[in-house]
């Protein structure tokens, strides 16, 4: 057995009893609910062994590797800085900077930097844009001609059937980016997301190392938990959802119970149960993407700038309270009402509260208390009803929704 094995063999995160998470008559342990890839370490000062998980997935033995640093514009000021170049210090290493949301344009530079390195592996180290863009670049590098115009015919193609393995590191703790088999593209010029999917995109291995969390903005964290929030309850009531994804989204809203009670600055403890949820999170939607709260925020993102979990958590509660009135009429979900109406309990019960209701009121009174910006309504709510609607996450929701349906939601927000 590899040191990489063993190591992922015990993970040093705590367990917590909480994602012993039961749905149905099924029950998934910590290590099945992590079983499969990505390839995972996890836990302080992981950040360490990055060389040696990158070596563990690159194609290519023998000499140093060749690797391309993916970071964010902010990277030169980061407490991290020095701890990850000197982790890849084995490495022959570039240096590549996404300073904002990918696009088609930056996809195609960054996947023309891959290949002028020669690069064996890809360390994308930040937030969800930044392995977003490493994860679409690495993929895209297999490519014969890299161009715009061509990452945007792969978003809706699929991406290569090969590319260079990527090593995803995240520093903030909801995008779930680094389980995930498919990567956010923003085409501005069209004023749409695009999503790069494929097994190529899934990035290799995940370090989650909790200690990349200190110093975290409070805005950037109260953004980063409604995304997981959503991405937890969207994977266990999609109509794609199965058994797994859901127990994987219960088990994120557990991990995060007690700071919807009780919201406070992360320490240790805090630290590794945010990570881990987002982790989760991330496998969850690996499986059963996401549906309406994420269709919904991709126009409130592009039309009124709103971080992208933030968006989400919006209309997180109002579409909990649709969502768990569901019918026969208007179930989408082949599977019937009851199984939706399940799926939503069992995130209740693992979140800790007395079913859906209460479970959508924490999270209004959540986003009341969180640092991000007072949002009463949308003056162009209608549009945005119909560009959601314009989404394949949208056709995930296991109720049947409507323009008029979600232009409501969106002027009666709280």
């Known amino acids: 057995m590899s040191a990489l ?3 992922n063999a015990r993970l040093s995160f ?3 009893t909480r994602v012993d998470v039961r749905m149905s008559t099924s029950r998934f342990s910590y290590d099945a609910l992590l079983a499969g890839p990505p390839r995972l370490l996890a836990g302080p000062g992981e950040l360490t062994r990055v060389a040696s998980v990158a070596e563990a997935v690159a194609d290519r033995a023998g000499g140093p590797l060749r690797a391309l640093l993916v970071v964010g514009g902010g990277f030169h ?3 991290w800085r020095e701890p990850v170049l000197t982790a890849l210090r084995p490495f022959r290493v570039r240096l590549a900077v996404q300073p904002d949301m990918p696009t088609p344009d930056c996809v195609a530079r960054l996947a023309a930097q891959v290949r002028a390195h020669r690069a064996d592996v890809v360390v994308a180290v930040g937030g969800g844009s930044v392995m977003d863009a490493g994860k679409a670049a690495a993929a895209m590098s297999a490519e014969s001609v890299i161009t715009a115009d061509r990452v945007v015919e792969a978003c809706e193609e699929g991406a290569p059937s090969r590319g260079v393995p990527v090593v995803a590191v995240p520093t903030t703790c909801g995008t779930g980016a ?6 956010t593209v923003w085409d501005r010029r069209r004023g749409w997301k695009l999503s790069l999917r494929g097994g190529a995109v899934r990035p290799a291995a995940a370090v989650l190392d909790p200690d990349l969390l200190v110093g975290l ?4 964290l109260a953004a980063s938990l409604l995304d997981t929030l959503a991405q937890g309850v969207e994977a266990a009531w999609s109509t794609r959802s199965d058994e797994r994804s859901a127990a ?3 088990a994120a809203w557990a991990e995060l119970a007690t700071l919807l009670e009780r919201p406070r600055p992360l320490g240790p403890a805090e630290r590794r149960s945010v990570l881990l949820a987002g982790h989760y999170a991330g496998r969850a939607i690996a499986t059963a993407g996401t549906t309406i709260c994420h269709a919904l925020s991709y126009p409130l993102t592009l ?3 709103l971080r992208h979990g933030h968006a989400c958590g919006l209309t997180l509660a109002p579409v909990l309270r649709y969502n768990a009135a569901v019918g026969e009429s208007d179930c989408a979900d082949p599977r019937g009402p009851a199984r939706v109406r399940a799926a939503i309990a069992g995130v209740a019960r693992a979140a800790g509260a007395d079913g859906p209701g209460d479970l959508a009121g924490r999270v209004e009174s959540f986003l009341a208390a969180a640092p991000l910006p007072r949002v009463a309504g949308f003056g162009d709510a209608d549009r945005i009803a119909v560009e959601a609607l314009g989404y394949d996450r949208a056709a995930g929701n296991p109720r049947r929704v409507d323009a008029r349906t979600l232009a409501r939601i969106l002027t009666n927000l709280p």
Not at 217 to 220: F, I, L, T, V
Request: aromatic share 4%.
């Open 5 to 7: 094995s063993q190591h």
């Open 14 to 16: 705590t367990r917590n």
């Open 77 to 79: 000021r980061r407490s």
């Open 178 to 183: 680094e389980a995930t088999p498919f990567a």
């Open 217 to 220: 903005p409070a805005d950037q």
């Open 248 to 250: 994987l989204g219960a």
């Open 303 to 305: 039309r009124h700038g």
